[in-house]
T-cell receptor, first 111, second 112 residues
């Protein structure tokens, strides 16, 4: 099955900087999800998006569901050291169990 | 507390041995999933189950087997037929087809 195109693959930033990452697909999804995975652990859901054009915030995190339903971005503002980890996007097709994942963006935050 | 548990966290096996990874959830979710994660790659679906006593192959089911005898449990067996079994294995559950999946903490399997 097709995976999502997630970029960038990795980011090295200074504490306090803003971060932006995105996912694109050639297929339409009905739900976009963003997860964070800490080293050695399972992914934890950060934000879920259910409608095209939807913009949702969760603290310093903001994510948008693209109008074409083929893309989504995640922004993190004023990064802190605990933001370190791997961020995954995931797209869910309507009415089935087919969820596709990006390869992840590895974020490193230097104090 | 409600959640998904996987055990053990780390597992070592000799080549040629079958090994079973445990996944339990008390969220009353109908659907459960097994994924494999390799470095630098996204999650790849091994098997999933939408209801008890039913399961379907995912993208990379060869060399794996599952059972779903209880709603709460979805164990994964990595058989000796799996050519490259060393990986991080993640279990997830989902309530309803349009909802997000929740993940367990993962099991890191190393085959020596």
């Amino acid at each position: 099955g097709q995976q999502l195109n997630q970029s960038p693959q990795s980011m090295f930033i200074q504490e306090g900087e803003d971060v932006s990452m995105n996912c694109t697909s050639s297929s339409i999804f009905n739900t976009w999800l963003w997860y964070k995975q800490d080293p050695g652990g399972g992914p934890v859901l950060l934000i879920a998006l259910y409608k095209a054009g939807e913009l949702t915030s969760n603290g310093r995190l903001t994510a948008q569901f693209g109008i074409t339903r083929k893309d989504s971005f995640l922004n993190i503002s004023a990064s802190i050291p605990s933001d370190v980890g791997i961020y995954f996007c995931a797209g869910l097709y309507y009415n089935n169990n087919d969820m596709r994942f990006g390869a992840g963006t590895r974020l490193t935050v230097k104090p | 507390d409600g959640g998904i548990t996987q055990s053990p966290k780390y597992l070592f096996r000799k080549e040629g041995q079958n090994v079973t990874l445990s996944c339990e959830q008390n969220l009353n979710h109908d659907a459960m999933y097994w994924y494999r994660q390799d470095p630098g790659q996204g999650l790849r679906l091994i098997y999933y189950s939408q209801i008890v006593n039913d399961f379907q192959k995912g993208d990379i089911a060869e060399g794996y087997s599952v059972s779903r005898e209880k709603k709460e449990s979805f164990p994964l067996t990595v058989t000796s037929a799996q050519k490259n079994p060393t990986a991080f294995y993640l279990c997830a559950s989902q309530q309803g087809l349009n909802n997000e999946q929740f993940f367990g903490p993962g099991t890191r399997l190393t085959v020596l």
